[in-house]
């Protein structure tokens, strides 16, 4: 079975420019996370799907940032305009709804460095 | 709100040591619990869960932690410690509505052979 997956694994952008990260969850859940981790800091929650809604985004840090996912399946996340702090790396994540306090499966990251 | 303390930002042991990492957190209920693992290169793996039930939980890669509620503490532990295990460890609880993770700070392992 496929784990989530996440593309590109690095991106180099200079700011004021706009970049998208994708997230494909593993195959059947309906669960769909996003977290970063900016340099030296903890790993923060940013939102979470369940299917095609935000089920919760209060982890979004500002306008600058859009996540979708349309048909339930993947999930983007586009900054725009990037900033210099936005530079980390995006992790992305899934778990199946039904298990209790579903254990969350991560992707490897997408390192984005901001100039 | 939830909290997670890893004290102990790099840690060095020698192959063959035994291992102790250290996680306190901060909950108002029954906190759920995770040690996550990142190699280099790789993404978080998760290496236990504490739910409920016995308080010492045994995970992949031989590593176990202990719960214990008086210290409000986590701590991972490994009898010997092998190369492969020089990566990122990540101490997290989860909230009440189960989609939240809160992270530690993470220790970084070096392994010495």
């Known amino acids: 079975e496929a784990g989530v997956t996440q593309f590109p694994s690095h991106s180099v952008i200079e700011k004021g420019q706009t970049v998208t990260l994708r997230c494909d969850p593993i195959?059947?859940?309906?669960?769909l996370y996003w977290y970063r981790r900016v340099m030296g800091k903890e790993i923060k929650f940013l939102l979470h799907?369940?299917?095609?809604?935000?089920?919760?985004e209060s982890g979004m840090p500002n306008n600058r940032f859009l996540a979708e996912r349309t048909g339930g399946t993947y999930s983007t996340l586009k900054v725009q305009p990037a900033e210099l702090e936005d530079s980390g790396v995006y992790f992305c994540?899934?778990?199946?709804?039904?298990?209790?306090?579903?254990?969350?499966?991560f992707g490897p990251g997408t390192r984005l460095l901001v100039l | 709100a939830q909290s997670v303390t890893q004290p102990d930002i790099h840690i060095t042991v020698s192959e063959g040591a035994s291992l102790e990492l250290r996680c306190n957190y901060s909950?108002?209920?029954?906190?759920?619990l995770f040690w996550y693992v990142q190699s280099p290169g790789q993404g978080l793996q998760l290496l236990l869960k504490?739910?409920?039930?016995?308080?010492l939980v045994q995970g992949i890669k031989g590593f176990e932690a202990e719960f214990k509620r008086s210290q409000s503490s986590f701590n991972l532990r490994k009898p010997s410690v092998h190369w492969s295990d020089a990566a990122e460890y990540f101490c997290?609880?989860?909230?009440?509505?189960?989609?939240?993770?809160?992270f530690g700070g993470g220790t970084r392992l070096m392994v010495k052979p």
């Open positions: 994540a899934s778990s199946q709804v039904g298990e209790l306090q579903e254990t969350q499966y």
């Open positions: 195959s059947g859940h309906d669960n």
């Open positions: 799907f369940v299917k095609e809604s935000k089920q919760d």
């Open positions: 909950y108002g209920a029954t906190p759920y």
């Open positions: 504490y739910f409920s039930g016995d308080t």
């Open positions: 997290a609880v989860v909230n009440n509505a189960g989609n939240m993770l809160t």
